[in-house]
């Protein structure tokens, strides 16, 4: 039977099916030829949508409203900045977004906020890739000074954290999460930020993993609440270079202790506050990395650094490249045998 023979009774409603089927083409948005704003755009935006960013700096305190969309710059953080205005969080997911909506290619800076400085989480799980974190400030007594996520679990990948301040309580760091939360904090660099780099409070039974990030010159590197068993917490080929503490462990109970494998701590003030030094056991090394050039902030391996070839393979999320891009697992010392390599950058030789 033909289909132009078919009754309208039977062929309009598989029309609407097929409709229905069909994939729907996203729409760039661009901002500001389309809309004046990065909110305007958001606002017009519908899921699978993308708002792209013209360089320039945006004083704006944006909101995704729960949007799968994909909000990101044309020319990366280095010329497209979105500045809150010391007056608020600068960018929240609080509406339950998912890893569809992204955050990509800003510069995020001048957010004030006790809770969230530069992005809030709450009930959100959001991708946050390729952005520059810096001069956001925390309120006190809140969390997180770049990023803070409360039942939270993003993935925040390849971003640079610069400068951000915070208070001392317990909660406080330039990424902190409490209560369910499991983010994937990977291939990051924290940098000369005043307070602690990475802070989980987090009940029993979570599993964040905190992976391949090189931190320096911040008042802590990692800090946990262990007076909860700690165990699904993974950290791992970690870079902890100079910082006035390198991992901060509160409130330990014997079993408590947290996944810490592969991880180099070197140089610190206090390498270990806390818990026993770590150092020889499960992979954890302390020794210098040699950098590339450390006054100018390149923290890219030379070829004589230990800390190539040094990390494991069971990462959870591994990505396959580095924070620039480059393969992530190459066989860097020539051994025959392809490891990852510690921190943020992987050497190729």
């Not at 500001?32 to 305007?40: F, L, R, S, V, Y």
């Not at 100079?242 to 202790?257: I, R, T, W």
């Not at 950098?291 to 650094?305: I, R």
Request: charged residues 10%; contains cysteine.
């Amino acid at each position: 039977m033909r289909w132009s023979r078919l009754p309208s009774f039977i062929l309009l409603p598989a029309l609407v099916v097929l409709a229905a089927l069909l994939p729907v083409s996203a729409t760039t948005i661009h901002v500001p030829a389309d809309q004046p704003t990065i909110q305007a755009g958001i606002d017009a935006a519908v899921n699978g949508d993308v708002v792209l960013v013209a360089p320039g700096t945006y004083k704006e305190n944006i909101d995704f409203h729960g949007k799968a969309i994909k909000v990101r710059s044309m020319s990366g953080p280095g010329r497209t900045i979105i500045d809150g205005g010391n007056i608020n969080t600068v960018v929240n997911f609080g509406s339950g977004e998912g890893p569809k909506s992204v955050l990509m290619g800003f510069t995020i800076q001048h957010g004030s906020a006790s809770f969230g400085a530069g992005v809030m989480l709450g009930l959100a799980s959001p991708t946050i890739i390729g952005n520059t974190f810096r001069n956001n400030a925390e309120g006190s007594g809140g969390f997180g000074a770049g990023i803070g996520g409360n039942n939270a679990s993003p993935v925040i990948e390849r971003n640079t954290f610069l400068n951000n301040t915070c208070d001392t309580q317990f909660l406080s760091g330039v990424v902190s999460f409490v209560n369910t939360s499991a983010p994937i904090i990977i291939n990051n660099i924290f940098v000369n930020n005043p307070c602690r780099a990475v802070n989980m409070t987090l009940p029993t039974g979570n599993a964040p993993v905190i992976a391949n990030n090189t931190i320096i010159n911040n008042s802590v590197g990692v800090r946990m609440d262990a007076r909860v068993p700690t165990s699904t917490q993974l950290y791992l080929n970690n870079l902890i270079y100079g910082n006035q503490m390198g991992l901060e462990v509160d409130f330990l109970s014997a079993g408590n202790e947290p996944t810490w494998t592969n991880n180099l701590v070197f140089q610190n003030t206090t390498n270990y506050f806390g818990i026993a030094d770590q150092t020889g056991q499960n992979g954890n090394i302390s020794v210098d990395p040699v950098f590339v050039d450390f006054t100018h902030h390149n923290f890219q391996l030379q070829s004589t650094s230990p800390a190539i070839d040094a990390g494991t393979l069971s990462v959870p999320h591994l990505p396959p490249t580095d924070f620039l891009g480059h393969q992530r697992v190459v066989d860097g010392n020539g051994d025959g045998i392809a490891l990852p390599d510690l921190g943020a950058y992987e050497f190729i030789p």
